[in-house]
């Protein structure tokens, strides 16, 4: 996944970045698993919102910045684009704070020599997997096996 996380409707999965888990020896995983019933809305402003903490949202929030401050001198430009991306960033947090609250995170850390976390988060990576994989599950019954799998984990 070389970093970028891969969101679905359950959640998120977020992996080191290929370049910084090589220098670092190890590569972390995380697992954010929302609440049941989080609706389309919910996960775009969540990922608005994640990509804020994350590298392609710095970039991206960079190349704009460079974009404004070329069309419109560094100080309008830039003070915009700030202004714009911080109402961007604080409307998806607001929003997004009960859910954020609510959702549950599995961690692992994988090394040459260990894994820490590894059978608890290949678990859930797998019951998750499968509730992606089956196509023949109706609404209520996906949002019942998400239910089930986010009840596993405490909060």
Known sequence: ??????????????????????ARR??????????PGTTKAE???LAVHGAGTQWIGWIT??????TASAAFGLWP????VALMLLAVWTV??????????????????FTPQSSLGDERFSAIASALDDLDQRRDRDPVSYELEW???FNQLTP
Request: glycine share 8%; charged share 25%.
């Open 26 to 35: 190890s590569l972390d995983a995380v697992i954010t698993i929302y609440p």
């Open 77 to 80: 430009g830039g003070i915009c």
């Open 147 to 149: 239910g089930r799998i």
């Open 92 to 109: 998806a947090a607001v929003t997004t704070d009960s859910v954020r609250r609510r959702s549950r995170v599995v961690r692992a850390r």
């Open 43 to 45: 996960s775009r402003a």
């Open 1 to 22: 996944m070389d970093g970028v996380s891969a969101h679905r409707r359950w959640g998120r999965l977020d992996v080191t970045p290929l370049q910084i888990a090589r």
């Open 61 to 66: 929030a960079t190349l704009l910045f460079l």
